[in-house]
């Protein structure tokens, strides 16, 4: 940084009473006649010219500046009536000076060796002020409009350590004007107090603090009493305890009340809540898919074994009421959603989502085995199933297994037994997942082919009698 840039960055300026109040410095980027007008120089003997404190600290904010001063209460005037005298660093008002108490007591050292040298006419700063422009940095706090508090606020501290961090607490832009004090000089708060002074802890009870932590690609959005404020990823907002505080992320439907009274707000999208389904409301017609997984398997399955004049005959326009027969029907039962699969051996499987039967698996494999069932993972030690497996596993609920019962067979038409039954002679032809599927596709076979034959043997009789 070139030696004279930080005169746009931090200014300077020393006084003291001597004769009256006097400057005995103003850095070059101000000048001396309108440091009152801009409330950059003040006489602080009305203030902390009763406290035998020795040095102490201050803060003091106008609409455009930000004045760190120390101040030394014990000097005397050339008349030896009390006096100060005080150095002050300015910066903009949205900045701060991160470690500005060490170039504050820099400059004050260096000034009291001019007066002992007797060389105030060869003052110079420009090293101290450029080390302090580099550390300036831009406030994150964000506040709503401040009415000037002309409260003057004290805080007292460990004037031996740096206090860099206490001077630069944001939580005083609040505060027109703070002095800190020793520690070790706590008797001076009786005085503080006459003066009308008010700790500064006052102040940070009345102050909120709120930093929004937004781990979304979202934007976020904030409200201070209904005024909508930018806000950016590192900033925090300052506002007093009754002020009320919204947000909400760019997509959300609604804002969101900031109920904590200070601290870290974790932003999160909102919950999107699906509307209830009325009881009355009726089911969605989901039988377009579940006809497209059923159909097309039993279709396959039917052409292989009774060919295809059946399977039209069966499937085919003809019989159009029965499918709307058998959809209403599925309708009425669908009480338990799954998932089916007949990749497996042919075999009708089907998988449930009900919690209490979600670990079992349900297998249909002809009427000569009927139902089947084993837990996930145990298909060796399946068994038949039966109404008193299906009433253990439904813990005695008997009208959730009749519904479970009616269910499964309006699915296949079959038999759940109330105990196992024993086995039979299986069919002479191969059992199938669909064999006998339905009462009903037996007693249709049956009035198929015996339609077939009548009409084979009305037509052998004709061609006999011709």
């Known amino acids: 940084m070139d030696t004279t840039q930080y005169r746009n960055k931090v200014n300077l300026v020393i006084e003291r009473t001597l004769n009256g109040l006097d400057y005995d410095y103003v850095s070059a980027g101000l000048n001396r006649n309108e440091l009152e007008k801009l409330q950059l120089s003040f006489d602080e003997r009305n203030q902390v010219g009763q406290f035998n404190e020795g040095y102490c600290y201050s803060v003091k904010r106008t609409n455009q500046h930000v004045i760190y001063s120390v101040i030394n209460t014990s000097m005397k005037d050339s008349a030896n009536r009390k006096g100060f005298l005080a150095v002050r660093l300015i910066v903009k008002h949205n900045e701060y000076i991160s470690s500005v108490m060490q ?228 309708e009425q039962a669908d009480n338990f959603s799954f998932k089916i699969d007949t990749s497996k051996n042919n075999m009708l499987q089907l998988f449930f989502v009900d919690s209490l039967v979600s670990e079992y698996i349900f297998i249909y494999n002809g009427k000569a085995e009927g139902w089947k069932f084993y837990k996930s993972g145990g298909e060796k030690n399946a068994e038949q199933l039966t109404r008193t497996k299906l009433r253990a596993i439904f813990k005695e609920d008997s009208t959730r297994v009749e519904r479970f019962r009616d269910h499964l067979i309006g699915w296949v038409p079959s038999e759940i037994p109330n105990e196992p039954t024993q086995k039979t002679q299986p069919d002479s032809r191969p059992a199938t997942n669909i064999d006998n599927i339905a009462l009903r596709t037996k007693t249709k076979l049956t009035t198929v082919r015996n339609s077939s034959r009548s009409t084979a043997d009305d037509t052998a009789r004709s061609a006999e009698k011709k």
Do not use: M
Request: proline share 3%.
């Open 103 to 330: 170039y504050l007591l820099r400059i004050t050292t260096q000034y009291i060796n001019h007066i002992k040298d007797n060389s105030l006419n060869n003052q110079d700063y420009d090293l101290i002020l450029e080390e302090a422009a580099r550390s300036i940095k831009q406030n994150d706090g964000i506040n709503p409009a401040i009415a000037p508090d002309k409260t003057i606020f004290y805080q007292f501290l460990n004037l031996t350590l740096d206090q860099s961090e206490a001077f630069n607490n944001p939580k005083l832009a609040y505060a027109t004007k703070v002095y800190f004090l020793d520690e070790q000089s706590i008797h001076n708060e009786v005085v503080a107090k006459q003066f009308g002074f008010q700790s500064v802890e006052d102040l940070f009870a009345k102050i909120r603090k709120i930093t929004f932590n937004n781990t979304t690609t979202n934007g976020l959005r904030v409200k201070i009493n209904e005024q909508e404020i930018s806000l950016s990823k590192d900033q925090f907002v300052l506002c007093r305890a009754d002020d009320r505080i919204q947000y909400k992320l760019t997509f959300d439907t609604r804002y969101k009340e900031v109920s904590i009274f200070e601290g870290e707000v974790e932003v999160r999208p909102e919950e999107i809540i699906l509307p209830h389904r009325s009881a009355k409301e009726p089911k969605r017609n989901s039988t377009a898919v579940i006809w497209a997984w059923i159909i097309g398997p039993l279709l396959g399955i039917a052409i292989g074994f009774w060919g295809i004049d059946f399977a039209v005959d069966w499937f085919g326009i003809e019989n159009k009421q029965q499918q709307d027969d058998l959809v209403l029907e599925v």
